[in-house]
């Protein structure tokens, strides 16, 4: 037999350390999370929030989150399945929804606070860079965007949520060059662009392509839009509709669901003393009559 040399001597082994299990996992960028919650000494316990946005193949999740040595706390979520209620039944996952969802959770968490009289944000959304002014009374709530393992290129959907949040008056750190419409030559961000992807042009757009184009991939592609009657024509207006319906009223609404009429279970249950007791002196009772029966049959016999 050949030697075989090792590859990973004893020290290597005794000295490796195990990764965290996210880590392991591939759902947690410590590097970058360590400096999202890492707080200053002076400012003791005090909270360090941040704007953690996510994407499923469904839905939209924003939530503003802080750390703690327990786990992290959930001051305030939006989510984009809440949509429908303000108007928005279809396309739950594209910029403009990610601006919805962001305008949602900045109003939702502003009203908690008490805080939404003072900050209103950019009412309108024109595309163009907006950032809260500090009032005379109390700061601007701050939190720092958490992207997670998105590639942070420009346009993304996260910038999105991010455009939605700033204007609904959070005080979010930022640069406008990933906002949709930022143009790498000028350097500068193309405001009408910026604004087409909020209020849903670009979907428009591939609408009216396909429609001329691929009629029948029209039919099936926005089956959803055509179901509801919705054309290319009316997207801005409905968009704007739901920003108007977010600002009015962006409180949580419970789910009222039905109690079950009666419990399902599996397994039998435990019978109390009593029962245990009754059901003893029942089989007592039956063994007890059986046996005289048996007692009178060999009697007769007799």
């Known amino acids: 037999m050949a030697f075989v040399k090792a590859q990973k001597s004893k020290a290597y082994f005794k000295r490796y350390q195990v990764k965290y299990k996210r880590r392991r996992d591939g759902k947690t960028d410590y590097r970058a999370r360590i400096r999202l919650i890492n707080q200053d000494k002076n400012k003791y316990n005090t909270p360090k929030y941040r704007l953690v946005v996510r994407f499923s193949n469904k839905y939209i999740v924003a939530q503003i989150v802080s750390a703690s040595i327990a786990g992290d706390?959930?001051?305030a979520s939006a989510y984009s399945c809440e949509l429908p209620r303000y108007?928005?039944?279809?396309?739950?996952?594209n910029y403009a929804a990610a601006y919805c969802t962001g305008l949602l959770l900045a109003r939702r968490v502003l009203k908690m606070l008490e805080m939404d009289q003072e900050y209103e944000g950019n009412v309108e959304a024109t595309g163009e860079d907006f950032s809260v002014e500090p009032a005379e009374t109390r700061r601007p709530f701050r939190a720092l965007l958490d992207v997670g393992l998105v590639r942070t290129t420009t346009g993304n959907r996260v910038f999105g949520a991010l455009k939605g949040a700033l204007d609904g008056g959070l005080d979010i750190p930022h640069s406008e060059k990933r906002f949709a419409g930022f143009s790498k030559d000028s350097k500068q961000l193309d405001a009408d662009v910026h604004r087409k992807y909020i209020y849903g042009g670009h979907v428009a757009a591939y609408m009216r392509t396909l429609m001329e184009d691929e009629p029948e991939k029209y039919q099936t592609h926005f089956s959803e839009y055509i179901k509801r009657g919705l054309e290319a024509d009316d997207l801005e207006g409905l968009y704007k509709k739901v920003h108007a319906a977010i600002r009015a009223d962006p409180s949580i609404k419970k789910t009222e669901k039905e109690p079950p009429k009666e419990h399902k279970r599996f397994n039998l249950?435990?019978?109390?003393?009593?029962?245990?007791?009754?059901?003893?002196?029942?089989?007592?009772?039956?063994?007890?009559?059986?046996?005289?029966?048996?007692?009178?049959?060999?009697d007769d016999d007799e």
């Open 87 to 93: 108007g928005l039944e279809v396309g739950l996952t």
């Open 73 to 75: 706390l959930v001051l």
């Open 269 to 298: 249950r435990k019978l109390t003393y009593e029962e245990r007791k009754a059901k003893l002196i029942e089989r007592l009772n039956a063994l007890n009559s059986a046996a005289g029966v048996d007692d009178e049959d060999e």
